[in-house]
């Protein structure tokens, strides 16, 4: 066995060049969306207010992480919400606010929203410093820092759910498209090389390795743990690419990420086998993959959260595909926290779907070529 992964390895070392491409492109694709997601909305700002209450209020803006509030001269905001530069920019006024828009977009409504909660926010603050001032011999800045430390540790805490369940939702834009592409690229070179089986047979090298001292079970296994390492050693140093490389957050859980890779990797082999059975060449392999990893990246929530799908059909389709669980492990170790225990569900459900094509996969190859 150690001598068809000897040589696996040298072929490997002869012809890298699709695994780089493959990763190469992944951390582009990744580090482009991830980037996109990130760019916030800008929102240029001008104010009728002392200078003072300004700068309260920007600040309060400024702690936004959608929009990014610039303070300019009215002309210049005029100007660029004409020329369709930015959506919308806001009039600081005495008692209220005003959005200059040139058309109803989604994000002014948002920015609407977020201006008049922050507005509020300060006419409270400024009404309930003025009534104390006035009735008692308190000064306003010890109002203002009673004020502040109540915010900080608030008397009550509320706590958001979500409808879909106990936990509320969380969608970590930058943590998404990595996770997505990886899963979704590797499918390609563990498919890839697990086809090597498919040719290797059609060119009679396994007739000769079957008349050598090696057992045909030593055969199936050297060729897909060789293709389960080489899909493992991929994601592994994309996502080492993202972290130690790029710096991405994974929430201190980079090493249970990795580690949660196993079982979706496993999977991923032995769909590729039970695939590399179904088909009679090289060509048909070829066109059923891409069918077949382009459906399950897009319903197993590669592309897009899973979180904002509201279809019960796709819902319910992407409970048959790998990449649904690799996404729920993923996520829910570096985005939702949840330990290992937490998420045995998907482990397991990996690890079943594994067994099952697994052996569908050997059966039909060892039929077809019987």
């Known amino acids: 066995m150690s001598s068809i992964l000897i040589a696996k390895l040298r072929l490997f070392l002869r012809k890298p060049w699709m695994f780089i491409i493959m990763t190469a492109i992944c951390v582009l694709m990744a580090f482009i969306i991830g980037t996109a997601n990130q760019s916030k909305v800008k929102v240029p700002v001008y104010s009728h207010l002392p200078k ?13 992480d959608l929009f990014d509030f610039e303070l300019t001269d009215p002309n210049e905001v005029r100007k660029l919400v ?58 306003a800045e010890e109002v203002k820092k009673i004020l ?12 958001k759910k979500s409808f879909h369940g106990e936990k509320p939702v969380m969608i970590d834009s930058q943590l998404q498209p990595i996770f997505g592409f990886s899963l979704y690229f590797v499918i390609y070179t563990i498919a890839f090389n697990v086809l090597q089986i498919l040719v290797e047979k059609r060119e009679r090298i396994w007739d000769r390795m079957i008349l050598s001292p090696l057992k045909k079970w030593e055969i199936y296994t050297s060729n897909l743990l060789y293709s389960f390492v080489v899909g493992y050693i991929q994601v592994a140093l994309i996502f080492s690419v993202f972290h130690f490389g790029i710096g991405v957050d994974f929430h201190g859980k980079f090493a249970e990420t990795l580690l949660l890779l196993v079982p979706y990797v496993f999977a991923l082999v032995a769909l590729s086998i039970f695939l590399t059975g179904l088909v009679n060449n090289e060509q048909q392999f070829r066109a ?24 019960k059909i796709l819902l319910a389709l992407s409970k048959f595909v790998p990449v649904t ?30 067994v099952v094509l697994m052996g569908l996969g050997i059966n039909l190859v060892e039929r077809r070529n019987a």
């Open 288 to 311: 059923i993959i891409s069918i077949v990893s382009v459906s399950m990246a897009m319903i197993g929530g590669a592309y897009w959260p899973l979180e904002i799908v509201s279809s």
């Open 82 to 139: 004409s020329e369709g530069k930015v959506e919308a920019g806001v009039e600081l006024e005495k008692n209220g606010f005003r959005l200059i828009i040139s058309s109803e977009t989604a994000n002014v409504n948002f920015i609407r929203q977020y201006v008049q909660k922050v507005y509020v926010d300060h006419m409270q603050t400024k009404a309930v410093i003025e009534h104390a001032s006035t009735h008692s011999n308190m000064r």
């Open 52 to 64: 003072k209450e300004t700068n309260e209020i920007f600040r309060a803006l400024q702690h936004s």
């Open 325 to 354: 669980y690799g996404m729920e492990l993923l996520k829910g170790a570096a985005v939702y926290g949840n330990s290992i225990g937490d998420l045995l569900y998907p482990i397991s459900i990996l690890f079943f779907m594994g």
């Open 148 to 159: 502040n430390e109540a915010k900080e540790q608030p008397l009550f805490t509320f706590e």
